[in-house]
């Protein structure tokens, strides 16, 4: 069965650094691209972050670059993303997701976790 299960979320202040983990079965992550995206409140889901299988490539959304940092554990099947200098516009539900391409293209994302809330306060 696939599964994505992201963990991590929470309260914080702006400018407090947070770490999202997601974890996945075997199946789901080898070879796959990892992606995390977000959706706020009112507004459509939006591409973050995603690392090729190796771990060699990244790909960041202007938003979060130079703040945000996404890494692998090929051996755990585990994918994390660290979010440093929190704003409030960075107040989301993030989602794990899993697919064969590099891109930022949701719907080239196969497999997706559940979502895991993180609010900023100001």
């Known amino acids: 069965q696939v599964q994505l299960v992201e963990s991590g979320g929470g309260l914080v202040q702006a400018g407090d650094s947070l770490r999202l983990s997601c974890a996945a079965s075997?199946?789901?992550?080898?070879?796959?691209?990892m992606g995390w995206f977000r959706q706020a409140p009112g507004k459509e889901r939006e591409f973050v972050a995603a690392?090729?299988?190796?771990?060699?490539?990244?790909n960041y959304a202007d938003s979060v670059k130079g703040r945000f940092t996404v890494s692998r554990d090929n051996v755990k099947s585990t994918v994390a993303l660290q979010m440093n200098s929190l704003k409030p516009e960075d107040t989301a539900v993030y989602y794990c997701?899993?697919?064969?391409?590099?891109?930022?293209?949701?719907?080239?994302?196969?497999?997706w976790g559940q979502g895991t809330q993180v609010t900023v306060s100001s």
């Open positions: 690392i090729r299988w190796s771990g060699g490539n990244t």
């Open positions: 997701a899993g697919g064969p391409l590099f891109t930022t293209a949701q719907n080239t994302y196969a497999y």
């Open positions: 075997a199946h789901t992550f080898r070879n796959s691209v």
